[in-house]
Nanobody, 126 residues
Framework: QVHMVESGEGKVQTGESLRLSCAAS????????SAWFRQVPGKEREFVAA????????IYADSAKGRFTISRDNTMNTVSLQMTSLRPDDTAIYYC???????????????????WGQGTPVTVSS
């Protein structure tokens, strides 16, 4: 069975930083694009960042540009999201995910990903 296991749950104050990590089991992440999405209860899932299978290309939501960095360690089969300058509107449940298709380019569409982490709550107080 394929799993994506997240870590890094935290409660922080405005302006602080937090790092989320996601470890895959049953799929070699180096062959697929990976991404992070987030969701507030009652609202639709929102794209945050994505990274290519090679790690050479990234995509960021406007809300994340300049503050968040997505990275991958293909040796460790992990993908991470480094978040800095956190704001209260970053509060959400964060999900890591891996793409459906081998070597496909990263996208901002949740339908292009098929394996999801369990969700990591992030709370940023004002």
């Amino acid at each position: 069975q394929v799993h994506m296991v997240e870590s890094g749950e935290g409660k922080v104050q405005t302006g602080e930083s937090l790092r989320l990590s996601c470890a895959a089991s049953g799929r070699r992440l180096s062959l697929y694009a990976s991404a992070w999405f987030r969701q507030v209860p009652g609202k639709e899932r929102e794209f945050v960042a994505a990274i290519s299978w090679s790690g050479d290309s990234t995509i960021y939501a406007d809300s994340a540009k300049g503050r968040f960095t997505i990275s991958r360690d293909n040796t460790m089969n992990t993908v991470s999201l480094q978040m800095t300058s956190l704001r209260p509107d970053d509060t959400a449940i964060y999900y890591c995910t891996a793409g459906r298709t081998l070597f496909a380019s990263p996208t901002t569409e949740s339908g292009d990903y098929d394996i999801w982490g369990q969700g990591t709550p992030v709370t940023v107080s004002s």
